[in-house]
């Protein structure tokens, strides 16, 4: 099935750093979501994205529904030891329609 | 709030076998679940939409008789693996969506690690 281009494919970071990594695609969606999973569990939603341009924040983390409908970013700031994992994207183009997941960014803190 | 519980977390079997994996969602009902699958390293592929009362809807390329799905009521759906092989070995993970709340958000359960031998 289709899937979503997300970049970068992994991030080796320091304690502390901020994070950004995207998400496009080659059609639009009217959802946007980012979910975080941890090894042998399953995705986590951090935000939800519903409108073109808008900008949400859930504590460190921020991300922005691009104005194109074909992307969408996310930014960690000043990152823990928690935040790593793996960071999906994922769009959706109707309420009721299925997510369509990106290929995932792993997100690595070096000690 | 928007708890999904799926069971077993681990299992091992021999080839041959069907194993029954149930995806629950606590404290809300779902109209709708889905079932993922995921391969090591990979992302998420939908196998197939679980509609409550209904036939689930399959994805191109999934066996519909090789995984059975049953949404049963608005709080359980089950997938089999029939038969299951060791190339059927993955991680399977349900999710699901709030009924009234079709805003895209979906909660998912912790995934269920099948090995088959």
């Known amino acids: 099935g289709q899937q979503l281009n997300q970049s970068p494919q992994s991030m080796f970071i320091q304690e502390g750093e901020d994070v950004s990594m995207n998400c496009t695609s080659s059609?639009?969606?009217?959802?946007w979501l980012w979910y975080k999973q941890d090894p042998g569990e399953g995705p986590v939603l951090l935000i939800a994205?519903?409108?073109?341009?808008e900008l949400t924040s859930n504590g460190r983390l921020t991300a922005q529904f691009g104005i194109t409908r074909k992307d969408s970013f996310l930014n960690i700031s000043a990152s823990i030891p928690s935040d790593v994992g793996i960071y999906f994207c994922a769009g959706q183009l109707g309420g009721n329609e299925k997510l369509t997941f990106g290929t995932g960014t792993r997100l690595t803190i070096i000690p | 709030g928007a708890v999904v519980s799926q069971h077993p977390s681990r299992v091992i079997c021999k080839s041959g076998t069907s194993v029954k994996i149930e995806c629950r969602s606590l404290?809300?009902?779902?109209?709708?679940m889905f079932w993922y699958r995921q391969f090591p390293k990979q992302s998420l592929m939908l196998m197939a939409t679980?509609?409550?009362?209904?036939?689930?809807?399959?994805e191109q390329g999934v066996e519909k008789d090789k995984f059975l799905i049953n949404h049963a009521s608005l709080t359980l759906s089950t997938l089999t693996v029939t038969s299951a092989h060791p190339e059927d070995s993955s991680f399977y993970i349900c999710s699901a969506r709030v009924r009234g709340q079709e805003g895209g958000k979906l909660f998912f359960g912790s995934g269920t690690q099948l090995s088959v031998l």
């Open positions: 994205l519903y409108k073109a341009g």
């Open positions: 059609s639009i969606f009217n959802t």
């Open positions: 404290d809300f009902q779902a109209t709708t």
């Open positions: 679980s509609n409550e009362g209904s036939k689930a809807t399959y």
